[in-house]
């Protein structure tokens, strides 16, 4: 099987100018996929040159005719679901049935934003002066330089692309390294749906570099970025010097709360099933565990054994529910993570290592920690694992400061049916996304995002628009 390799830039598929070429690894195998056209930040020049030209057009078309490319974008990645999310799970190591769901997830969010452009409405503000009158319209931000990481590679540059074309800006996507084979396919759709030459650019190189020419190049008006907190951070300091707008969607450290309520075995199921989605490789994985003390050893032995059964393997194959980590690097820094914290005092329940089952393959067992002390590595930091610390509370009260005690604030889950209970957690939590008896909040209409240091504005819903367009005030004297 061979897959296209090549940027697009300006309407054309083409190498990198130096020809150099990076090698897409597949997680499960160790083995090569295929070359991909590595870049430089010249390539990343000439990608934002044809941007500003095409955005003099696109931003004049109307938002109807913008919403028929971007529902016809959805309705091919629909069509080729099958051959899309078999490249991401080969890429990216996540079952081929969560790979689907990421392109169906994807197309969703393509064809809500052919509909929500059509509704960037301004106002007609009432006047306090006779013969003023005021108003507002909004104006595309123009063009949008959009880095993404390796975790959802589709989803996340869906959730910039979509409500930058549907706002009449145009963008310079830059994946992530190691997983633009997926992505390739989903500019395939882009240009086929009609995009016009420019209005979407696809350019893989050096993060460093890219990242340079999308600051300092004064065409650049946007820069939309998914990723860790401290790259978020460096980009925010640099994107002042021309006072880039920027929408962050960094780091999460989710805690998950289960109150005496709820039932211990259906909140395990919950539980387990968030938290070893894509390996723990979600920036809104639960990845603190509190449960009230009182179904502790109910809710402990139900996860444990519900954990135990999960199927690893190639992602590729049937009844895989656990595929590989994403790069080598994953499966040592998960098991210093798991070391440390028994230094700390921690047991490990279940897993804890490489699984040697396989020999080929970034492959970690899912893992449960009991006794896990607060000052374990990852109870501070993120630690993007398929790893489950299990911890106690006795009250509502301390359960909400021991969650809120992060720098983090990107989701929290709650599992209770008590609505008093539920209304004082929500009020509580510092946490953009709240999933109350839900694991799995995400949805194109709502709007996804972090507090504190897990982000800068909201991605989806109708927020999700508004980050691409200014507002821009009309004041009207009228004769007399
Ligand atoms: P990362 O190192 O920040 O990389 C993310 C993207 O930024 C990649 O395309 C990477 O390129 C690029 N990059 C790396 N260094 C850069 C720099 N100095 N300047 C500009 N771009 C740079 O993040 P990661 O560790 O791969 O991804 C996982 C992180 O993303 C986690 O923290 C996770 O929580 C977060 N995340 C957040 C959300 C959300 O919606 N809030 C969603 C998913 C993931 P290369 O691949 O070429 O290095």
């Known amino acids: 099987m061979s897959w296209n390799n090549k940027m697009l830039i300006d309407g054309k598929w083409c190498d990198a100018a130096n020809g150099k070429t990076i090698d897409v690894i597949n997680p499960a195998t160790e083995e090569v996929i295929q070359a991909v056209a590595f870049g430089t930040r010249e390539d990343a020049k000439r990608a934002v040159q044809a941007a500003s030209r095409a955005f003099k057009k696109w931003m004049k078309t109307t938002a109807y005719e913008r919403a028929k490319v971007l529902k016809k974008t959805a309705d091919l990645m629909r069509d080729r679901v099958e051959s899309i999310a078999k490249t991401l799970t080969m890429e990216q190591g996540k079952p081929l049935p969560e790979a689907k769901a990421e392109v169906l997830h994807s197309a969703d969010t393509f064809e809500w934003f052919a509909e929500e452009g059509k509704r960037a409405y301004g106002q007609v503000i009432p006047n306090s002066m006779p013969g003023k009158r005021h108003m507002t319209i909004k104006h595309p931000v123009g063009v949008v330089g959009a880095i993404s990481p390796w975790n959802f590679p589709i989803t996340l540059q869906a959730r910039k692309i979509a409500p930058a074309l549907a706002a009449g800006c145009t963008v310079v996507s830059k994946p992530a390294s190691q997983t633009p084979l997926c992505l390739i396919q989903v ?48 980009l925010m ?10 929408s962050l969607e960094l780091g999460g450290h989710a805690p998950f709360i289960v109150f005496p309520d709820a039932d211990p075995e259906i909140g395990a199921q919950i539980a387990v099933m968030g938290k070893f989605r894509n390996n723990g490789q979600v920036c809104i994985a639960p990845s603190r565990f509190y449960v009230h003390d009182s179904i502790k050893r109910q809710f402990t032995d139900a996860t444990i054994r519900l954990t135990q059964k999960l199927k690893l393997g190639n992602g590729l194959e049937p009844g895989v529910e656990i595929g590989p980590m994403f790069e ?44 896990v002390p607060t000052t374990a590595k990852l109870m501070i930091e993120e630690p993007f694992a398929p790893i489950m610390p299990i911890l106690h509370f006795d009250n509502l009260q301390s359960v909400i400061q021991a969650a809120n005690n992060t720098r983090y604030g990107l989701a929290a889950y709650v599992f209770t049916n008590d609505l008093t209970t539920a209304w004082q957690m929500a009020e509580g939590l510092e946490a953009g996304i709240i999933g109350i008896n839900d694991p799995v909040p995400a949805t194109p209409q709502c709007p996804f995002g972090g507090m504190k240091e897990s982000g800068l504005g909201r991605e989806l819903a109708h927020e ?8 821009k005030y009309l004041a009207i004297k009228l004769g007399e």
């Open 237 to 246: 300091r640099r994107a002042s010097d021309q006072l880039k707008r920027l």
């Open 328 to 371: 080598k690097k994953a499966l040592t820094s998960t098991q210093e993570l798991v070391e440390q914290a028994k230094e700390c005092g921690a047991t490990v329940a279940t897993g804890g290592k490489r699984s040697d089952r396989f020999e080929r393959g970034y492959f970690f067992e899912p893992t449960v920690l009991v006794d």
């Open 187 to 234: 500019f395939e759709c882009l240009l086929e749906a009609g995009c016009p030459e420019g209005v979407v650019n696809l350019v893989m190189g050096p993060a460093q570099e890219i990242a340079d020419e999308f600051l300092e190049n004064q065409e650049v008006r946007k820069i939309s970025f998914t990723g860790s907190t401290e790259v978020g951070k460096e």
């Open 464 to 471: 999700g628009l508004e980050a691409y367009l200014e507002t």
